[in-house]
């Protein structure tokens, strides 16, 4: 089981920049492909990213392509979001997720564990 913390939510206006972070314990972090998935309120979870393990696969929802970059440091058992051109839809929290297999996958329910979520809210 691995244990994973994302930071990095705030409030920024519309046109502005965050980086999110999913810091994660266990020594095989290497091995997992991480998720990023955000929920805004009366809204179901949704894809926003996907990074797989050597950090070669990477994948995003349409609506953040070209804005949106995920990167990870398996020497700091660290995944990033980096959110540039951020836009009011953009608001909801964010969560990470892992699953041990190197494949892409945009359903919530194919990922295992997940963090505690971090808020993003865009203002206009």
């Known amino acids: 089981q691995v244990h994973l913390v994302e930071s990095g939510g705030g409030l920024v206006q519309a046109g502005g920049s965050l980086r999110l972070s999913c810091a994660a314990s266990g020594r095989t972090f290497s091995l997992y492909t991480v998720g990023w998935f955000r929920q805004a309120p009366g809204k179901e979870r949704e894809f926003v990213s996907l990074?797989?393990?050597?950090?070669?696969?990477?994948s995003y929802q349409d609506s953040v392509k070209g804005r949106f970059t995920i990167s990870r440091d398996n020497a700091k058992n660290t995944v990033y979001l980096q959110m540039n051109s951020l836009k009011p839809e953009d608001t909801a929290v964010y969560y990470c997720?892992?699953?041990?297999?190197?494949?892409?996958?945009?359903?919530?329910?194919?990922?295992?564990?997940w963090g505690q979520g971090t808020q993003v809210t865009v203002s206009s």
């Open positions: 990074i797989g393990w050597r950090g070669g696969t990477t």
């Open positions: 997720a892992v699953k041990t297999d190197n494949l892409v996958a945009t359903t919530a329910s194919s990922f295992g564990s």
